[in-house]
Structures are given as structure tokens and as C-alpha cells.
């Protein structure tokens, strides 16, 4: 019997979309990593050490797509709580890196990397919440339960 993934998780298409921006971004970034720097507008950033920073994000980003979009449900329900947790603290990091610069170039592409990892981050926790809305519910209807505990 096949049921309709939709309509029992309305996230799950948001994050299939993210998975693979994650995989294509992964990527990018591991055999460009140099494209990264000129498309946030800060290609005078370029070194060997950025490109191997910007690599191993890659290289993270990439396995969280792939774990995510070759993963069972429980699976990709584990590669979702991760990648909340990368998103987050990804986002939260920037946002105080970003207080700290004054370089208007480099603010502006801290600026994006902190709303594209905002996005996910937000995406993550609006399934977090999902997911325990849908816990409560099922708690509420477990068979046994008496209706004096309701």
C-alpha cells in the first residue's frame, strides 16, 4: 500500500529541494571552490585556505544531501535533526562573525551565507515543531488512555 508522502509530511518536499541544493552546492564547492568567493562578491578573499575551508563545508554539505536523499524515513527523519543542528549553529555563528567584521564586502557576503543557512535553519525548525505537534496529537489519541488524563 502506498500512501501520500504529502499529505502525511508536508515538509518533505521542501526538504528533498534542500537536499539537493545541498548536494549541488557540495559539490560546487569541492571542484570550484573559488566560484563560491565570486558569487558571494568576494573573490579577493581567495587563498589556499579558503579554498580548503570552503571545500570541507562542501564536503559536509554534500554528505548531509546524499544521506538525506538516499536515506529510508528513518533515516531521513535522522539526516533532518542533523542538518537542523548543522543549520543552526551555522547560522548562529555567522550572525555573530558577521557583528564583528566592518569590510562592507565581506559583510554583504556574510549577510548571504547567514540567510541561506537562515533558510535552512528555519525550514529545520518549522519541522521540529511539525514533528512535535505530531507527537502530542498521537500521545492525546493512544488507545488506554483514559478520559479523566485527557
Known amino acids: ?41 568576494t573573490p ?17 554539505a554534500l554528505a548531509i544531501g546524499v544521506g538525506y536523499l538516499t536515506g529510508d524515513g528513518a533515516t531521513r527523519a535522522r539526516w533532518r535533526r542533523l542538518g537542523l543542528l548543522v543549520d543552526v549553529v551555522d547560522t548562529v555563528n555567522g550572525a555573530v562573525r558577521l557583528s564583528a567584521t566592518e569590510d562592507p564586502g ?23 515543531a511539525w514533528q512535535l505537534v505530531r507527537s502530542r496529537q498521537a500521545a492525546g489519541r493512544r488507545p488506554g488512555r483514559s478520559d479523566r488524563a485527557a
Open 106 to 128: 565581506v559583510r554583504r557576503a556574510g549577510r548571504l551565507m547567514v540567510a541561506a543557512t537562515g533558510a535552512y535553519a528555519t525550514i529545520g525548525l518549522a519541522d521540529a
Open 1 to 41: 500500500m502506498t500512501t501520500n508522502t504529502a499529505a502525511t509530511d508536508p515538509l518533505a518536499p521542501a526538504f528533498t529541494a534542500l537536499a539537493a541544493g545541498r548536494v549541488a552546492w557540495g559539490v560546487a564547492a569541492v571542484l570550484a571552490p573559488r566560484a563560491n568567493l565570486r558569487a558571494a562578491g
Open 44 to 60: 579577493q578573499l581567495a587563498s589556499p585556505h579558503t579554498d580548503y575551508l570552503i571545500g570541507v563545508f562542501g564536503v559536509r
